[in-house]
C-alpha cells in the first residue's frame, strides 16, 4: 500500500525481433484481440482488425517461468477484457488485456493441460473448466483463480485427456462430458445450486471406449448427438446418447491428429502436428440398401461402418508455403455468429512465430457432388486468408526499432548483442556481442542519442564506445564483482565466452588484466561467493560452465582456486555454506555435490530428499545471516526463462533491500556507528534512478534493453543535493525544518535552568535535521531527469508550454514512439512492442512539421516523426488507466522536486550556474549580489514553467487530450492513487493526492455516487468497542514501533482514552470471525505492484485471498475517506445520510487508536493515511468520533515532533515513525484550524483531567512524567500558537481554555523572572489577558463576563464573577494592587482590588472596588476584533481606556 517504489519500465527492443515459438493460441470472441503463448513462457497479445485482415504485435507479458500450455478467456469487468494463462511448472496467471498487467497469480502441483471457459446459467462470471495431471475437473474462478468446485471419479479414476461443456434444450443444468487417458467416458450433471464448496461432485454416468489418450472432445452444436473424439492415431465419431461408435479415420502414415471440431452436422474439421488439416464428409450413402442421411436418430446410422462407407475428406487446409516445423502447431476453431449465419475461422500459430487466419467457406452438397464426380478426386485446398508474424513486423517497420548500439558506423550487419551489464556507479553499459568482442558506452548519453532530440546529435565526442576484444566467439556472460561487494577491485569486469575463457579486462584502460582457460566448455554464468567466505574466496569469483564444472578463480593471486569436474549432469544451481568451507553444486538430475572450497575436494554426493533439505537449509542460512548478493543463491544457469534474469537484477540490488531496510528501520541499518538518530530512511540513498536489464524470450536471440526509471531514488538524488546546499537558516526559511520553532517550544515546557536548555539544545540535535550526503547530483542524474519527463511530457497539447519546456527548462522532444513497460503482481512485466501504435492511421491527425523541412526529409522519416508527435500529445495518454497513472505519477512529483528545489532546470549548465549562486549567496549572507534581481527573475520563470506543466498534467489533460481527437482518453486509476495516498516519498505522496483529487472532482457527483457504491460493501463494519486483529492488545513493542526509551503509547490513566486500559482487555472476546481482520493493513509481501514472487501451495491461496480481501478494505476506507473529506459535506454525495459517514469514521478511527501488532504495525502507510484522512475530513466524521481519544492518539504519534519530524514540505524519505509523527502532527493542524473550538474544549477538558490525576498521582503510584498531556505540551503549545495567529476570533470566546492548556504547557519557572510578553508573546495581543510579574498572577476575561486569576504561586485559578457580557479587556497596575476590568457589552469598567488573609495565611479575596460607566462603542468596531478597546495604566492609580482611533479616557482607582 504505497510503501513500494515508483518505476517506470520503458524497452528498446533492437532490430531484430524477439523469438516466439508458439505453443497456444486464442482468438477472443469479439474478433479483436489473438493471444499467443511461447514455449519461452512468453505471451504475446495481437490487435485484429478483421475488415482490413490486420495483425499487430501489441504487447510482450513476461512472467512465465515456462513453457505455456493452454490459455482461456477471463471474461469481462470493470470495463476491461480479462485472459487467464497456465504454464507447464503449474503456473496460472491472470491478466488485463487492455495493458498486460498480471492481476492475479497461482503457482500449484496442479499442470493443466486444457482450459475451458464456460458461463454457466444463473451465474455472472464465467467458470474455466481445467483438465491435467489430476483425476479429475478442476472448476476454477478467473479473477480470484481460487477452485469453486470439481467434478470426480468413482469408477477407475484417472487424469483427464479431455473434456466438453454443453447444456442440453429445456434444462437447466450443465452436462459435463469427460474422457479419460484410459479410455473412459465421463458424465457429470452440474448445477450452481448443487455446488458446494470443498465437497465433490462426482459423474452420473461412465462407459468404457476405445480411445486412449484423447486430446479433443467435441459434442456436435448443431445437434447436440454426435461426439468427436480426437486421439494421436484416429479420429471417431460417437452417439451422444449410448457412445456407440459411428465412424473411425485412421492417421495417415507419418502424421498425428491434434485436434478437431464439427463444422457442421455432417462435416468434421481435424489438423495433425505437420500443420496441416483435413475437412471431411461424414458418411451419407447407401447402408444395407436404404438411403438415410447423417441424421442420428435413423437406426441405420447405428449400423457397422462398412468399408465402403467411410467419412470423404474434401477439403485440405494448409499454408501458402510448405515449411518443416520443428514443434508441433497450435490450433484453434472458432464459429462467430454474424447478419447472414456464422463466419468460421481457424487459427494456426507455429514454432516460427507465425500466426496463420483460415476463414473457411461452407461448401454445399451440390457443390460437394461436382467435386466427387471429377476424376481423379482432388481435393478443395484452402490457403490462409492471413499470415503474420514479429518478424515480418519487425520487416514492415521503416526505420527498424532502435536498439542500444544503433550509433555505432560501418556496421551493416552488426554482430548480436548476446550479455548485457548495467555499471550504475559508472554509468556505462556493457554489451557482449556474438563476435567476441565487448562494447562499453555511457548509458544516458546512449540512450537520449536514440529517443531524443537535441544538440548532442551535433557533439562528435557524445556516447563514443569503448571496445574491448579479446574473445573467440560469442560473449555469454559479464559481472562488475565491485557492483555486488566493494571488496573487488572497482576498475574490474569480468567476461566468460563461448570460446571456454574468462577474461579479466580494466575498464578504464581497456586493457586485458588476465585470462583463465581452466574448463572444457563455454562459460555459462559467473558469480560473486558471499562475504562471510575465508579471505581468499572473497578475492575470488565463480564461473559456470557447459561441461557440467564450477570454478572458483582468484582474481588477486590469478590463478584457480577449485575445479569441481565430477558432476554427471548440467548444473543448475550454485549455493554456499562459508561456516563450513562448503560449496554446494546442485544438478539437473536432483543430485546435490558438496565440495570442500579451500582443499577442493569432493565431500558427498547427496540425492533425494536429502539433497532438498540440503538445498532448503542453505537458503535459511543465508536469509538468517543476510549474506548474499548474486552469489547468494544460483539461477537457473540453462536460462529457463528470461524472466528471472530479467527481474533477479532488479530486485536483488534495488527493491529487496529497500523493502528490508524500510521495515526493520534505519538505525539497524546503520548500525551503532551513529549515537545520533537519523530521521532519514536510507534504504533508497544507495540506489541509482535509472537500471537497465537485458532481455531475452530465447537464448539464441539478441538482447533488447529494459531500463526502469525509479522515481523515488530520483527524487532523493536531486533532493539531498539540494539540501546539502542549504544552510539551516535557508532550510528555516524555505519551510523545509521547523528547528528554531521547535527548539522556543521545547525551551517553554522544561524547567528554566541552563543545564535544561543546554540538554535540549544537545539532545534536540534532532531539531537540526541531518542531511545525508551520499553523492552529488551528477550530470548522469540530470540526464536521467531530463529524459525521463522529456519522454512523459505531452508535447502538442500547449505550445506555448512546449516551447518554455524546450528552451527554459531544458526538455528534449522525443525522436521516436517509445515503447514503455508496466510492473505488475510478482513482478510480472507487460511490454509494448514498436509495432503498435494506440492511434490507428485512420484516426491520426494531420503532422505538424514546417512545409520545406518534410520536403527534405526521407518519406519514412516524415512517417516516424507524425506516428511520434500523435504518440506524445494523445496516444500516450489512450493506452490503459494503469499506464496513465504510473506516468502522471511520476511527472507531477519529479516536476513537483524541480520546481521545489528552488525552480532547478535540466539544462546542465543552468544548473551548475543555479548551485553556484547558490553557494556563494550561501557563503556571502550579507552581501547583495549584483546578480541577484536577474538570478531571481530567472528562477521565477523557471517556477512558473514547472507549475504549469505540473497543472496541465493534473487538471487540464484530459481536455487537452480529447480536444486533439481522442476518444479512448484512459483517466488515472483511483485505487492505484489511493494505496499512494501516504507513499513513503512525499513527492509522489503529493503528486497521488493532487491527482486523486482532481480526479474525483472530474467525475461529477454521478461518479463519485458510482465509486462509493462500488467501494462501500469493503468497508468494515465495526461496532464498540473497536475491534482488533486477531492477538489480543499487549504492551509488548511490535516491529515498527519506536526506541524503548521513547514507546509510541504507555498505558497510564492520563491518556486512557487511547489505550489498553479502555480500548483492551473485553474487546477481543466481544469481536470474532471477519470483523476482526477486516481492518487490517494488506499484507506487505502481496500487495498488488509487489515485485517479488508468490508463495506456493493451496494453504497460502487462503492467506492471498484473506490479503486481497484486507487491501480492498484497506482501499475501500482512504478513497470513501478521501470523498468524504472533500466532497462529504454535499449530502448529495451520501455522507449526509450518516450511515456511510459513521461508517468510514469507524475504520479511520480505529486505525488510529488500534495498538500496534505483527498484523497491524504501529507505523504503516494505511495508518499515516487514516491520520491524515480524518485531520482533511475532521468536520465530517466529528459527529461519529470520540474527539479526546483521536486528539490524544494523535498527540501520543507527535509527541516526538521536535525530535524527529521535518515540516511537510521536506521532501526526503523518513523513517517509518517520523513519518507517523510528522503527518499526526499536520494532522492536528488540520483539526485545530477545521474546528477550533472543539479542539480548545476538548484539550482544556483533558489538562482539567490530567491536573485531578496529578494531584493525587503519589496516592494512586503512577509516573505522571510517561503521560501524553505532558510528552506532546510542546506539540500542544505550537498547536495553540498556530490557532493564536490564525483564528483569533475563535480563541477570544475561548480565552480561558486557552489560558489552562497554554499554562499547562509552559513550565511555571519561565513566568518567576520574566513577564508573559517575552514568554509567551502571541497570547498577550489579546486585551483580555493581563500578566503582573510582582505577584505572579495572570488575569484573563471570559466570554460569559468572569474573570479567571490564575495564582502561579499555588498553582490554583479563581473564577470571578465581574460583568455580564463578555470581558474585552484586562490590565494589571504596575505595582499590582489593582486590576481593572472592561465590558464593551454593558460598558462598564471596574477596578479590582486583591487582599490576602492574615499574616499572608487564608484565602485571599479579589473584590470590586470602584465601577465606571463607559462611552458606547459602535457597532463597526464591535465587528472587528482588530479595533477593540485597551486599558493602559500611566501610573500606579491611573488607567486610560483607550480606543482604536485613538480617543482616550481616564479613569482613576
Request: proline share 7%; aromatic share 6%; hydrophobic share 35%.
Given at each position: 500500500?504505497g510503501?513500494?517504489?515508483?518505476?517506470?519500465?520503458l524497452?528498446m527492443?533492437?532490430r531484430?525481433?524477439?523469438?516466439?515459438?508458439?505453443s497456444?493460441?486464442?482468438?477472443?470472441?469479439d474478433?479483436?484481440?489473438?493471444i499467443t503463448g511461447?514455449?519461452?513462457?512468453?505471451?504475446?497479445?495481437?490487435?485484429?482488425?478483421?475488415?482490413k485482415?490486420?495483425l499487430?504485435?501489441?504487447?510482450l507479458?513476461?512472467g512465465?517461468?515456462?513453457?505455456?500450455?493452454?490459455l482461456?478467456?477471463?471474461g469481462?469487468?470493470?470495463?476491461?477484457?480479462?485472459?487467464?494463462?497456465?504454464?507447464?511448472?503449474g503456473?496460472m496467471?491472470?491478466?488485463?488485456?487492455?495493458?498486460?498487467?498480471?492481476?492475479e497469480?497461482?503457482?500449484?502441483?496442479?499442470?493443466?493441460?486444457?482450459?475451458?471457459?464456460?458461463?454457466?446459467?444463473?451465474?455472472?462470471?464465467?467458470r474455466l473448466?481445467?483438465v491435467?495431471?489430476?483425476?479429475?475437473?478442476?472448476?476454477y474462478?478467473?479473477?480470484?483463480?481460487?477452485?469453486?468446485?470439481?467434478?470426480?471419479?468413482?469408477?477407475?479414476?484417472?487424469?483427464?485427456?479431455?473434456?466438453?461443456?454443453?447444456r442440453?434444450?429445456?434444462?437447466?443444468?450443465?452436462?459435463?462430458?469427460g474422457?479419460?487417458?484410459?479410455?473412459?467416458?465421463?458424465?457429470w450433471?452440474?448445477s450452481e445450486?448443487?455446488?458446494?464448496?470443498?465437497?465433490?461432485?462426482?459423474?452420473?454416468?461412465?462407459?468404457?471406449?476405445?480411445?486412449?489418450?484423447?486430446?479433443c472432445?467435441v459434442c456436435?452444436?448443431?445437434?447436440?448427438?454426435?461426439?468427436?473424439?480426437?486421439?494421436?492415431?484416429?479420429w471417431?465419431?460417437?452417439?451422444?446418447?449410448?457412445f456407440?461408435?459411428?465412424?473411425?479415420?485412421?492417421?495417415?502414415?507419418?502424421?498425428?491428429?491434434?485436434?478437431?471440431?464439427f463444422?457442421s452436422?455432417?462435416?468434421?474439421l481435424?489438423?495433425?502436428d505437420?500443420?496441416?488439416?483435413?475437412?471431411?464428409?461424414?458418411?451419407?450413402k447407401?447402408?444395407?440398401?436404404?438411403?438415410?442421411?447423417?441424421?442420428v436418430?435413423?437406426?441405420?446410422?447405428h449400423?457397422?461402418q462398412?468399408?465402403?462407407?467411410?467419412?470423404?475428406?474434401?477439403?485440405?487446409?494448409?499454408?501458402s508455403?510448405?515449411?518443416?516445423?520443428?514443434?508441433?502447431?497450435s490450433?484453434?476453431?472458432?464459429?462467430?455468429?454474424?447478419?447472414?449465419g456464422?463466419?468460421?475461422?481457424?487459427?494456426?500459430g507455429?514454432?516460427e512465430?507465425?500466426?496463420?487466419?483460415?476463414?473457411?467457406?461452407?461448401v454445399?452438397?451440390?457443390?460437394?457432388?461436382?467435386i466427387?464426380?471429377?476424376q481423379?478426386?482432388?481435393?478443395?485446398?484452402f490457403?490462409?486468408?492471413?499470415?503474420q508474424?514479429?518478424?515480418?513486423?519487425?520487416?514492415?517497420?521503416?526505420?527498424p526499432?532502435?536498439?542500444v548500439l544503433?550509433q555505432?558506423?560501418?556496421e551493416?550487419?552488426?554482430p548480436r548483442?548476446?550479455a548485457?551489464?548495467?555499471?550504475?556507479?559508472q554509468?556505462?553499459?556493457?554489451?557482449?556481442?556474438?563476435?567476441?568482442?565487448?562494447?562499453?558506452v555511457?548509458?544516458?548519453?546512449t540512450?537520449?542519442?536514440?529517443?531524443?532530440?537535441?544538440?548532442?546529435?551535433?557533439?562528435?565526442?557524445?556516447?563514443q564506445?569503448?571496445?574491448?576484444?579479446?574473445?573467440?566467439?560469442r560473449?555469454?556472460?559479464?559481472l562488475?564483482?565491485?557492483?555486488?561487494?566493494p571488496?573487488y577491485?572497482?576498475?574490474?569486469?569480468v567476461s566468460?565466452?563461448?570460446d571456454f575463457?574468462i577474461?579479466?579486462?580494466d575498464?578504464?584502460t581497456?586493457?586485458?588484466?588476465?585470462?583463465?582457460?581452466v574448463?572444457?566448455?563455454?562459460?555459462?554464468?559467473l558469480?560473486?561467493?558471499p562475504?562471510?567466505?575465508?579471505?581468499?574466496?572473497?578475492?575470488?569469483?565463480?564461473?559456470?560452465?557447459?561441461?557440467?564444472?564450477?570454478?572458483?578463480?582468484?582474481?588477486?593471486?590469478?590463478?584457480?582456486v577449485?575445479l569441481?569436474?565430477?558432476?554427471?549432469?548440467?548444473?543448475s544451481?550454485?549455493?554456499?555454506?562459508?561456516?563450513?568451507?562448503?560449496?554446494?553444486?546442485a544438478t539437473?538430475?536432483?543430485?546435490?555435490?558438496?565440495?570442500?572450497?579451500?582443499t577442493?575436494?569432493?565431500?558427498?554426493?547427496?540425492?533425494?530428499?536429502?539433497?532438498?533439505?540440503v538445498?532448503?537449509?542453505?537458503?535459511?542460512?543465508?536469509?538468517?545471516?543476510?549474506?548474499g548478493?548474486?552469489?547468494?543463491?544460483?539461477?537457473?544457469?540453462g536460462?529457463?526463462?528470461?524472466a528471472?534474469?530479467?527481474?533477479?537484477?532488479?530486485?536483488?540490488?534495488?527493491l529487496?533491500?529497500i523493502?528490508?531496510?524500510?521495515?526493520?528501520?534505519?538505525q539497524?541499518?546503520?548500525?551503532?556507528?551513529?549515537?545520533?538518530?537519523?530521521?532519514?530512511?536510507s534504504s533508497k540513498?544507495?540506489?541509482?534512478?535509472l537500471?537497465?536489464?537485458?532481455?531475452?524470450?530465447?537464448?539464441?536471440?539478441?538482447?533488447s534493453?529494459?531500463l526502469?526509471f525509479?522515481?523515488?531514488?530520483?527524487?532523493?538524488?536531486l533532493?539531498?543535493?539540494?539540501?546539502?546546499?542549504?544552510s539551516?537558516?535557508?532550510?528555516e526559511a524555505?519551510?523545509?525544518i521547523?528547528?528554531?520553532?521547535?527548539?522556543?517550544?521545547?525551551?517553554?515546557?522544561?524547567?528554566?535552568?541552563?543545564?535544561?536548555?543546554?540538554k535540549i539544545?544537545d539532545?534536540s540535535?534532532?531539531?537540526?535535521?541531518?542531511?545525508?550526503?551520499?553523492?552529488?547530483?551528477?550530470?548522469?542524474?540530470l540526464?536521467?531527469?531530463q529524459?525521463?519527463?522529456s519522454?512523459?511530457?505531452?508535447?502538442?497539447l500547449?505550445?506555448?508550454?512546449?516551447?518554455?519546456?524546450?528552451?527554459?527548462?531544458g526538455?528534449?522532444?522525443?525522436?521516436?514512439?517509445?515503447?514503455?513497460?508496466?510492473?505488475s503482481?510478482s513482478?510480472?512485466?507487460s511490454?509494448?512492442?514498436p509495432?503498435?501504435?494506440?492511434?490507428?492511421?485512420?484516426d491520426?491527425?494531420a503532422?505538424?512539421?514546417?512545409?520545406?523541412?518534410?520536403?527534405?526529409?526521407p518519406p519514412?522519416?516524415?512517417?516516424?516523426?507524425?506516428?511520434?508527435?500523435?504518440?506524445?500529445?494523445?496516444?500516450?495518454?489512450?493506452?490503459?488507466?494503469?499506464?496513465?497513472t504510473?506516468?502522471?505519477?511520476?511527472?507531477?512529483?519529479?516536476?513537483n522536486?524541480?520546481?521545489?528545489m528552488n525552480?532547478?532546470?535540466l539544462?546542465?549548465?543552468?544548473?551548475r550556474?543555479?548551485?553556484?549562486?547558490?553557494?556563494?549567496?550561501?557563503?556571502?549572507?550579507?552581501?547583495?549580489?549584483?546578480?541577484e534581481?536577474e538570478?531571481?527573475?530567472?528562477?521565477?520563470?523557471i517556477?512558473?514553467?514547472?507549475?504549469?506543466?505540473?497543472?496541465l498534467?493534473?487538471?487540464?489533460?484530459?481536455?487537452?487530450?480529447v480536444?486533439?481527437?481522442?476518444?479512448?482518453?484512459q483517466?488515472?486509476?483511483?485505487?492505484?492513487?489511493a494505496?499512494?495516498?501516504?507513499d513513503?516519498?512525499?513527492e509522489?505522496?503529493?503528486?497521488?493526492?493532487a491527482?486523486?483529487?482532481?480526479?474525483?472532482?472530474?467525475?461529477?457527483?454521478?461518479?463519485r455516487?458510482?465509486?462509493?457504491?462500488?467501494?462501500s460493501?469493503?468497508l468494515?463494519?465495526?461496532t464498540?468497542?473497536?475491534?482488533t486483529?486477531p492477538?489480543?492488545y499487549?504492551?509488548?513493542?511490535?516491529?515498527?514501533t519506536?526506541r524503548?526509551?521513547?514507546?509510541?503509547?504507555k498505558?497510564?490513566?492520563g491518556n486512557?482514552?487511547?489505550?489498553?486500559?479502555?480500548n483492551?482487555?473485553?474487546?477481543v472476546?466481544?469481536?470474532?470471525?471477519?470483523?476482526?481482520?477486516?481492518?487490517?493493513?494488506?499484507?506487505?509481501?502481496?500487495?498488488e505492484?509487489h515485485?517479488?514472487e508468490e508463495?506456493?501451495?493451496?494453504?497460502?491461496?487462503?492467506?492471498v485471498?484473506?490479503?486481497?480481501?484486507?487491501?480492498?478494505?484497506?482501499?475501500?476506507?482512504?478513497?470513501?475517506?478521501?470523498?468524504?473529506?472533500y466532497?462529504g459535506?454535499?449530502?448529495?454525495?451520501?455522507?449526509?445520510?450518516?450511515?456511510?459517514?459513521?461508517?468510514?469514521?469507524k475504520?479511520?478511527?480505529?486505525?488510529v487508536?488500534a495498538?500496534?501488532?505483527?498484523?497491524?504495525?504501529?507505523?504503516?502507510?494505511l495508518?499515516?493515511?487514516?491520520?491524515?484522512?480524518?485531520?482533511?475530513g475532521f468536520?465530517?466524521?466529528?459527529?461519529?468520533?470520540?474527539?479526546?481519544?483521536?486528539?490524544?492518539a494523535l498527540l501520543?504519534?507527535?509527541?516526538?515532533?521536535?525530535?524527529?519530524?521535518?515540516?511537510?514540505?521536506?521532501?526526503?524519505?523518513?523513517?517509518?515513525?517520523?513519518?507517523?509523527?510528522?503527518?499526526?502532527?499536520?494532522?492536528l493542524?488540520l483539526?485545530a484550524?477545521a474546528?477550533?473550538?472543539?479542539f480548545?474544549?476538548?484539550m482544556?477538558?483533558?489538562?482539567?483531567?490530567?491536573?485531578?490525576l496529578?494531584?493525587?498521582?503519589q496516592?494512586?503510584?503512577?509516573?505522571?512524567?510517561?503521560?501524553?498531556?505532558?510528552?506532546?505540551?510542546t506539540?500542544?503549545l505550537?498547536?495553540m500558537?498556530?490557532?493564536?495567529?490564525?483564528?483569533?476570533?475563535?480563541?477570544?470566546?475561548l480565552?480561558?481554555e486557552?489560558?489552562?492548556?497554554?499554562?499547562h504547557c509552559?513550565?511555571?519557572?519561565?513566568?518567576?523572572?520574566?513577564?508573559?510578553?517575552?514568554?509567551?508573546?502571541?497570547?498577550?495581543?489579546f486585551p483580555?489577558?493581563?500578566?503582573?510579574?510582582?505577584?505572579?498572577?495572570?488575569a484573563t476575561?471570559a466570554k460569559?463576563g468572569?474573570?479567571?486569576?490564575?495564582?502561579l504561586?499555588?498553582?490554583k485559578?479563581?473564577m470571578?464573577?465581574?460583568?455580564g457580557?463578555?470581558?474585552t479587556?484586562?490590565?494589571?497596575?504596575?505595582?499590582?494592587?489593582?486590576?481593572?476590568?472592561y465590558?464593551m457589552?454593558?460598558?462598564?469598567?471596574?477596578?479590582?482590588?486583591?487582599?490576602?488573609g492574615?499574616f499572608?495565611?487564608?484565602?485571599?479575596?479579589?473584590?470590586?472596588?470602584k465601577?465606571?460607566?463607559?462611552?458606547?462603542?459602535?457597532?463597526?468596531?464591535?465587528?472587528?476584533?482588530?479595533r477593540?478597546?485597551?486599558?493602559v495604566?500611566?501610573?500606579?492609580?491611573?488607567?486610560?481606556?483607550?480606543?482604536?482611533?485613538?480617543?482616550?479616557?481616564?479613569?482613576?482607582?
Open positions: 500500500m510503501s513500494l517504489n515508483l518505476v517506470v519500465p524497452v527492443w533492437g531484430e525481433s524477439p523469438t516466439h515459438d508458439i497456444c493460441v486464442l482468438l477472443t470472441q474478433v479483436q484481440t489473438v511461447s514455449r519461452d513462457g512468453q505471451i504475446c497479445v495481437w490487435d485484429f482488425e478483421p475488415p485482415l490486420k499487430t504485435p501489441r504487447c507479458l513476461v512465465h517461468t515456462a513453457s505455456v500450455t493452454c482461456a478467456p477471463g469481462d469487468a470493470r470495463g476491461t477484457t480479462f485472459l487467464v494463462s497456465s504454464s507447464e511448472n503456473e496467471c491472470t491478466w488485463d488485456l487492455r495493458d498486460g498487467r498480471c492481476v497469480v497461482l503457482r500449484s502441483a496442479n499442470i493443466h493441460s486444457s482450459m475451458k471457459a464456460y458461463h454457466m446459467l444463473n451465474v455472472e462470471n464465467i473448466f481445467c491435467g495431471n489430476y483425476p479429475e475437473i478442476l472448476v474462478d478467473p479473477h480470484t483463480l481460487d477452485i469453486l468446485f470439481s467434478l470426480a471419479t468413482r469408477i477407475h479414476p484417472d487424469w483427464i485427456s479431455a473434456l466438453h461443456i454443453l442440453p434444450p429445456k434444462r437447466n443444468d450443465e452436462v459435463v462430458l474422457v479419460t487417458t484410459g479410455g473412459w467416458v465421463k458424465v450433471t452440474v445450486r448443487e455446488v458446494r464448496p470443498r465437497e465433490p461432485i462426482f459423474e452420473h454416468e461412465s462407459k468404457m471406449i476405445r480411445s486412449l489418450n484423447a486430446l472432445l456436435c452444436s448443431y445437434n447436440q448427438r454426435t461426439v468427436l473424439i480426437v486421439s494421436q492415431d484416429d471417431q465419431i460417437y452417439d451422444a446418447g449410448d456407440s461408435q459411428l465412424c473411425r479415420v485412421l492417421v495417415p502414415p507419418g502424421e498425428r491428429w491434434m485436434g478437431g471440431d463444422l452436422a455432417d462435416r468434421v481435424v489438423w495433425n505437420m500443420g496441416h488439416g483435413y475437412i471431411y464428409k461424414l458418411p451419407t447407401l447402408l444395407r440398401g436404404k438411403a438415410v442421411s447423417c441424421i436418430e435413423s437406426r441405420a446410422f449400423n457397422k462398412a468399408d465402403n462407407d467411410n467419412p470423404v475428406k474434401y477439403g485440405i487446409i494448409q499454408p508455403t510448405e515449411e518443416k516445423l520443428v514443434n508441433a502447431p490450433w484453434q476453431f472458432l464459429t462467430i455468429p454474424v447478419n447472414n456464422a463466419e468460421k475461422l481457424l487459427l494456426r507455429d514454432c512465430g507465425q500466426v496463420m487466419l483460415w476463414r473457411l467457406a461452407d454445399s452438397d451440390s457443390q460437394l457432388l461436382q466427387q464426380q471429377v481423379p478426386f482432388k481435393a478443395l485446398i490457403t490462409p486468408t492471413l499470415n508474424s514479429m518478424m515480418k513486423a519487425w520487416a514492415a517497420m521503416t526505420p526499432p532502435i536498439g544503433d555505432l558506423e560501418g551493416k550487419h552488426p548483442i548476446t548485457s551489464l548495467f555499471l550504475p556507479l554509468g556505462r553499459l556493457a554489451c557482449g556481442r556474438d563476435d567476441g568482442s565487448i562494447i562499453l555511457p548509458a544516458t548519453e540512450i537520449m542519442l536514440h529517443l531524443l532530440h537535441g544538440k548532442h546529435h551535433h557533439y562528435h565526442n557524445w556516447a564506445p569503448m571496445v574491448l576484444r579479446g574473445h573467440q566467439g560473449v555469454n556472460c559479464l562488475y564483482p565491485h557492483g555486488e561487494s571488496r577491485d572497482m576498475s574490474h569486469l566468460g565466452g563461448i575463457s577474461n579479466v579486462w575498464m578504464y581497456g586493457n586485458l588484466v588476465h585470462r583463465f582457460v574448463q572444457a566448455g563455454q562459460i555459462l554464468q558469480l560473486v561467493p562475504p562471510t567466505c575465508t579471505p581468499r574466496i572473497q578475492n575470488c569469483i565463480c564461473s559456470v560452465s557447459e561441461d557440467h564444472s564450477v570454478a572458483l578463480l582468484s582474481i588477486k593471486e590469478r590463478k584457480l577449485l569441481a569436474s565430477k558432476h554427471l549432469y548440467p548444473v544451481t550454485v549455493k554456499w555454506r562459508p561456516e563450513h568451507d562448503f560449496l554446494i553444486v539437473q538430475d536432483g543430485s546435490v555435490y558438496v565440495w570442500q572450497m579451500e577442493g575436494h569432493l565431500d558427498r554426493v547427496l540425492q533425494g530428499v536429502t539433497a532438498e533439505e538445498l532448503g537449509a542453505c537458503d535459511e542460512h543465508l536469509a538468517s545471516t543476510g549474506a548478493g548474486s552469489g547468494s543463491g544460483g539461477s537457473d544457469v536460462l529457463a526463462n528470461p528471472v534474469h530479467l527481474f533477479r537484477g532488479l530486485r536483488h540490488r534495488n529487496a533491500a523493502r528490508h531496510a524500510a521495515q526493520r528501520g534505519i539497524q541499518v546503520l548500525g551503532e556507528q551513529n549515537n545520533h538518530q537519523d530521521i532519514h530512511d540513498m544507495r540506489t541509482c534512478p537500471m537497465i536489464q537485458g532481455l531475452r524470450t530465447n537464448k539464441q536471440d539478441a538482447n534493453h529494459v526502469f525509479d522515481i523515488e531514488a530520483l527524487i532523493v538524488q533532493l539531498s543535493d539540494e539540501y546539502t546546499l542549504m539551516p537558516g535557508t532550510l524555505n519551510d523545509l521547523m528547528s528554531s520553532q521547535y527548539h522556543r517550544m521545547n525551551v517553554l515546557t522544561h524547567p528554566a535552568s541552563p543545564e535544561a536548555a543546554k539544545a539532545g540535535g534532532s531539531g537540526r535535521v541531518q542531511i545525508p550526503r551520499h553523492f552529488d547530483v551528477t550530470a548522469q542524474t540526464q536521467i531527469g529524459m525521463l519527463m519522454l512523459l511530457h505531452s508535447w502538442g500547449d505550445p506555448s508550454l512546449d516551447h518554455t519546456c524546450e528552451h527554459t527548462l526538455l528534449l522532444r522525443p525522436r521516436v514512439p517509445v515503447s514503455y513497460g508496466l510492473i503482481k513482478g510480472y512485466m511490454l509494448l512492442m509495432t503498435w501504435h494506440p492511434v490507428r492511421e485512420d491520426m491527425p503532422i505538424n512539421l514546417p512545409p520545406d523541412l518534410a520536403a527534405e526529409l519514412e522519416m516524415v512517417a516516424l516523426e507524425h506516428r511520434t508527435q500523435v504518440f506524445t500529445g494523445r496516444g500516450h495518454w489512450e493506452v490503459s488507466p494503469a499506464l496513465t504510473h506516468h502522471l505519477l511520476a511527472l507531477v512529483s519529479v516536476a522536486t524541480l520546481q521545489d525552480a532547478a532546470t539544462i546542465p549548465e543552468e544548473e550556474r543555479r548551485k553556484i549562486h547558490i553557494q556563494s549567496s550561501k557563503s556571502n549572507q550579507n552581501s547583495v549580489s549584483n546578480h534581481d538570478f531571481s527573475k530567472q528562477q521565477s520563470v517556477k512558473q514553467g514547472w507549475s504549469t506543466l505540473t497543472a498534467h493534473t487538471v487540464l489533460l484530459p481536455d487537452c487530450v480536444a486533439t481527437g481522442a476518444t479512448k482518453y483517466p488515472p486509476m483511483v485505487e492505484i492513487l494505496r499512494r495516498w501516504q513513503r516519498c512525499q509522489v505522496r503529493e503528486a497521488a493526492q491527482l486523486l483529487k482532481t480526479e474525483l472532482t472530474r467525475m461529477g457527483p454521478e461518479g455516487q458510482k465509486l462509493v457504491e462500488t467501494w460493501p469493503h468494515p463494519t465495526h464498540e468497542p473497536l475491534p486483529g492477538t489480543p499487549t504492551n509488548h513493542e511490535p516491529p515498527n519506536p524503548p526509551d521513547q514507546p509510541s503509547s498505558n497510564t490513566v486512557s482514552p487511547v489505550h489498553t486500559a479502555t483492551g482487555g473485553n474487546v472476546s466481544g469481536n470474532s470471525g471477519t470483523n476482526n481482520e477486516r481492518p487490517m493493513e494488506p499484507h506487505p509481501h502481496l500487495d505492484d515485485y517479488d508463495m506456493d501451495g493451496e494453504t497460502c491461496r487462503e492467506l485471498a484473506q490479503s486481497e480481501g484486507r487491501k480492498k478494505q484497506a482501499t475501500a476506507i482512504i478513497l470513501l475517506g478521501v470523498i468524504g473529506a466532497h459535506q454535499d449530502s448529495a454525495e451520501g455522507f449526509g445520510l450518516g450511515n456511510l459517514a459513521m461508517q468510514t469514521s475504520a479511520l478511527a480505529y486505525l487508536l495498538t500496534g501488532s505483527s498484523k497491524l504495525p504501529a507505523h504503516t502507510p495508518r499515516r493515511a487514516a491520520i491524515d484522512l480524518i485531520g482533511r468536520p465530517v466524521w466529528e459527529p461519529y468520533l470520540d474527539v479526546a481519544k483521536i486528539l490524544l501520543d504519534l507527535s509527541a516526538e515532533t521536535d525530535r524527529l519530524a521535518p515540516s511537510m514540505k521536506y521532501g526526503l524519505p523518513l523513517i517509518p515513525e517520523a513519518d507517523s509523527c510528522r503527518t499526526a502532527s499536520n494532522a493542524t483539526i484550524e474546528k477550533p473550538p472543539a480548545i474544549t476538548t482544556a477538558r483533558e489538562v482539567a483531567r490530567f491536573n485531578a496529578q494531584q493525587n498521582a496516592s494512586l503510584q503512577l509516573n505522571i512524567h510517561n503521560t501524553v498531556l505532558h510528552r506532546a505540551k506539540e500542544i505550537r498547536v500558537e498556530y490557532l493564536i495567529v490564525h483564528k483569533r476570533c475563535h480563541i477570544m470566546d480565552m480561558v486557552v489560558m489552562d492548556i497554554v499554562l509552559v513550565d511555571p519557572g519561565h513566568l518567576k523572572s520574566r513577564g508573559l510578553n517575552e514568554v509567551f508573546p502571541s497570547i498577550c495581543g483580555q489577558v493581563s500578566h503582573c510579574p510582582h505577584t505572579r498572577r495572570i476575561g460569559n468572569s474573570i479567571a486569576m490564575y495564582e504561586r499555588a498553582s485559578c479563581q470571578i464573577p465581574a460583568h457580557t463578555a470581558v479587556a484586562l490590565s494589571f497596575s504596575p505595582d499590582g494592587k489593582y486590576l481593572t476590568s465590558s457589552g454593558e460598558n462598564r469598567l471596574s477596578f479590582w482590588q486583591t487582599s490576602s492574615m499572608g495565611l487564608g484565602a485571599s479575596q479579589t473584590k470590586c472596588t465601577t465606571f460607566s463607559t462611552a458606547p462603542v459602535p457597532d463597526i468596531v464591535r465587528m472587528n476584533p482588530q477593540l478597546p485597551k486599558l495604566w500611566i501610573s500606579n492609580k491611573t488607567v486610560v481606556h483607550m480606543m482604536a482611533d485613538g480617543t482616550e479616557h481616564r479613569f482613576n482607582a
